[in-house]
């Protein structure tokens, strides 16, 4: 699952950086396209450590994450690294190694857990017997 677009990337980034940051005769959606896919990738290898993958729908939360990512493999590729790119890569990664570490979560998109046993979709579900002692039954 790819998390973020082009027109993600331009809204963070501008239409004018991102034209600026691909080395003219590269065919630009075919260059942003393959960063987005080689970073929504990335992206799984963090989620796949407290997620069941692919997840059912692209959390909001990982657009930033992936846009951030993608520029800086753009820029790598293509020896335009300024220290913004750098650093936002970096904060990138930081935030997927909370998320992986159960420190931070994907906001509203984060995946639900059932307390009915039988609707669970595969994630956790608990259940218990029924209470033996209480207050009113211990002697």
């Given at each position: 699952m790819i998390y973020a677009t082009r027109a993600d990337i331009e809204e963070l980034w501008?239409?004018?950086?991102?034209g600026d940051i691909l080395p003219e005769g590269v065919d630009a959606d075919a260059s942003i396209l393959s960063a987005l896919d080689?970073?929504?990738k990335e992206v799984d290898v963090y989620l796949s450590a407290?997620?069941?993958?692919?997840?059912?729908?692209?959390?909001?939360?990982?657009?930033?994450?992936?846009?951030d990512?993608?520029?800086?493999?753009?820029?790598?590729?293509?020896s335009a690294l300024?220290?913004?790119i750098e650093d936002r890569y970096k904060?990138?990664?930081?935030l997927l190694q909370r998320i992986a570490d159960g420190k931070a979560g994907l906001g509203s998109d984060e995946p639900r857990v059932s307390s009915d046993p039988g609707s669970s979709a595969g994630g956790a579900a608990f259940s218990a017997n029924?209470?033996?002692?209480?207050?009113?039954?211990?002697?």
């Amino acid at each position: 699952m790819i998390y973020a677009t082009r027109a993600d990337i331009e809204e963070l980034w501008g239409v004018e950086f991102v034209g600026d940051i691909l080395p003219e005769g590269v065919d630009a959606d075919a260059s942003i396209l393959s960063a987005l896919d080689i970073a929504s990738k990335e992206v799984d290898v963090y989620l796949s450590a407290r997620y069941p993958l692919p997840l059912l729908s692209a959390p909001g939360v990982l657009k930033s994450p992936t846009a951030d990512i993608a520029i800086y493999k753009l820029a790598n590729r293509h020896s335009a690294l300024t220290n913004t790119i750098e650093d936002r890569y970096k904060w990138a990664r930081e935030l997927l190694q909370r998320i992986a570490d159960g420190k931070a979560g994907l906001g509203s998109d984060e995946p639900r857990v059932s307390s009915d046993p039988g609707s669970s979709a595969g994630g956790a579900a608990f259940s218990a017997n029924t209470r033996v002692f209480s207050r009113r039954t211990l002697p």
